[in-house]
């Protein structure tokens, strides 16, 4: 995350490229959400309970949500060369 927000910094504000860096950063704490209020449903006084359907259902979304997030990720090195020693493209 603190890559993330460093590189960030760096995008100039007028580019499809911060709309797309902010869509990822959107996704990626929407999915640790679900992952963070899934872990807080099975904390029993310091024990891990065994998971129910909620606490499954919230990792499964959480799973989701990662893999949209990855592929915005994907789309900022790759396509618009954030955090590559070649200048933005868009």
Partial sequence: MLT???ELMK???NQQTLKTAERHMQLILVAWTFYAASLYMRVDHF???APGWIEISLSGLGL???TAGAWFGAQLVYR???GT???YDS
Avoid: D
């Fill in 4 to 6: 993330g927000m460093i």
């Fill in 11 to 13: 995008i100039p504000s």
């Fill in 47 to 49: 024990t891990l309970k």
């Fill in 64 to 66: 989701l949500t990662l």
């Fill in 80 to 82: 618009h060369r954030v």
């Fill in 85 to 87: 020693l070649t200048p």
